[in-house]
């Protein structure tokens, strides 16, 4: 990675958040792609992957629950950590510093509103 | 003719002012304050779906390397800044970015100590604002306030290449004129002309109750290196000097691609001063042995607001980063980052008139001034600390040492993290620096400091 890529260098397959950890940072990717994943019954279930502007891990500033997916780092990923205190001071002084935070949450929103819709619908068409 | 001068805030029956599609602002100034300004207030008046024509002035070209295209700094974006940018969506590329940093090195006449952040994260940028310095071989990296220029343009901004030279007002509204142009009226102006420019005389003749910042010289210098021997003397470390040097509050070399930045800030630094710093020991140990700096190296002077303006704002106007107010000597473009979002917030979600931008956008501004007056407290501590032989020990020893163990509190190491890269509120420094715990380990230190040269000195007698 260049000399000024910001944040963190984690290599192909490293752990940046484990599931069922207390988390106190959000983290922005900055290069490359990371993938999160859930654990269910010992398998891993694929949920999303992330580029570069994506961010993960926004919903342990605002709740106190442990992280609920595992993300690692497809290839070579440089991701940027932001602090929990830091971001919640910036917010209180500027609201509108979460804009984009509540957007990235709506259009999660949206997706899994869509995914549950394919579901109900294949559900619908096995009875 | 006083009308003009006196604009129409004076108007009791005035309706509310405010933005609504088809108003026209005007931003004079592209540096981070004015880029910021307009790429946030777009950003949310399009969120409310009002259609503003926004023109940025600026004259400089920040394509070009030297002083043409360069607004003269130090080129640390904090690390609150590098986190609030991120999750406002603008995430500094490599190819602005020269250097993450993710360290510092203290350097004092009894030694020298690195200090990582707790994460060892690089959450630093160092960044040139233009092109490069003067003479740049090549230029590898792009300007940071033509990135952010480029930013607030593809929102939707319109760039107007060229200086204001009049600013005047008619039929209720402000005008600003370029040379050789005919005025044009806006609904708003946002000043961000920095504290460099002849500029504020403009506003000060308008009677709008604006007294420009108080000031004081700087000094800057670029040192061509090579990426190699940045790398290798430098590395991805900020290099802080405590030395006990007259007039001089802060000395920074800042690791950039191909080359290091000087940074001095004190009070009005002149050249024998920046004679005396290159020519300390400690400065010299971070240079390759040998190393002369060039000749016609890019340098220069830049003015540094130390006290805010008075009265940033009138109905219509509001003036932004280093021009109204900013933080003393640490993170102005954070500062510029912050005016410029609440003036944005101001003007559309609350409306333009002195009264909304006193309620609203003056608090924002009030807060950095408070923390400025403990900002002042804490340089005059470390000033003190700065003269005292047996203090900078007690510094070095408590730092050392809270280096060594990978566990434990990491008081000092964090305070003077957060002096020198200016990403902590001063207030949050002060009072840690005045925790018991932080003062008694230090007082310790310090004792112990005494204790262990009387030791080797009687050892040497014996
Ligand atoms: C020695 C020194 C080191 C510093 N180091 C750092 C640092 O490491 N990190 C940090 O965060 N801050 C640092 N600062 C502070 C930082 O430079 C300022 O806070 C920041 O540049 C303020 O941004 P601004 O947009 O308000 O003003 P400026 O950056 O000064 O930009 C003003 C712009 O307005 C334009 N302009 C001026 N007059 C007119 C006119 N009449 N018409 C149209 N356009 C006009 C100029 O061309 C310029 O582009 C340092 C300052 C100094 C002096």
Redesign the interface.
Known sequence: ????????VYQDSQVIVRQGEVGDCMY?V??GRVAVVQERDGKEVPLAVLG??D?FGEMALFDREVRSSTVRAIGEAQV????KK??LR?IH??P??A???VQQMSQRIRELDAELVRMKASVLSLE | MLEEKIGPWRDETASKLELESGSRVAVIGGGPAGSFFSYFLLDMARRLGIDLRLDIYEPRDFSLPGPTGCNMCGGIVSESLVQALAVEGINLPPTVVERGIDSYVLHMDLGSVRIDTPLREKRIAAVHRGAGPRGVKDTKWRSFDGYLLELAMGNGAHLVRGRVTDISWKDGLPQAKIQGGPPQAYDLLGIATGVNTSALKLFEKLDLGYAPPKTTKTYIADFYMGQETVNRYLGSSMHVFLLDLPQLEFAALIPKGDYATLCLLGHEIDRPLVQRFLDAPEVKQCLPPEYRVPEDHCHCSPWINVQGAVRPFADRVVFIGDCGVTRLYKDGIGAAYRTAKAAATTAIFEGISAEDFRRHYWPACRAIRADNALGKIIFAITRQIQKRRKDRGGVLRMVSREQRTERGPRRMSMVLWDVFTGSAPYRDILLRSLHPFFLGRFVWEIIAGIVARIWSINGQKH
Not at chain 1, 1 to 8: H, I, Q, T, V
């Open positions: 990675m260049e000399n000024g890529a910001l944040g963190k922005v900055q290069q570069k502007g961010f940027l950590t932001v602090d830091t971001l910036r002084e500027d509108s510093l804009f984009r935070i």
